[in-house]
């Protein structure tokens, strides 16, 4: 499984972006599909998750701002990012387990910089 992601940049505080993430396989056989980020000096920390059955799950400081959606037409994963804060700015990274053996696939990390 290989994971593509995309949308990073450079935004004001209080801007806006999308990141996406595409799999090279139907999104049908990943259980999770998620974005982490790391920011500088910090451990890699979960933003946001769904699952396979449409459920979702944010860290308490996204909640109301991100949003994560699915496209199964395009194996597709996105994080609305709204109401953008500098202490948002970090690598994102997708992440997505299968649902047949649970394994981990990671993207490559989009930069995310928010300026205050």
């Known amino acids: 499984v290989q994971l593509q992601a995309s949308g990073g940049g450079l935004v004001q505080a209080g801007g806006s972006l999308r990141l996406s993430c595409e799999a090279s396989v139907s999104i049908r056989t990943l259980a999770i599909m998620a974005w982490y980020r790391q920011a500088p000096g910090k451990q890699r920390e979960p933003v946001a998750l769904?699952?396979?059955?449409?459920?979702?799950n944010y860290i308490d400081s996204v909640k109301g701002r991100f949003t994560i959606s699915e496209d199964n037409a395009k194996n597709t994963w996105y994080l609305q990012m709204n109401s953008l804060k500098p202490e948002d700015t970090a690598v994102y990274y997708c992440n997505a387990m299968t649902t047949l053996r649970g394994y981990h696939y990671w993207g490559q990390g989009t930069q995310v910089t928010v300026s205050s």
């Open positions: 769904i699952s396979n059955e449409g459920s979702t």
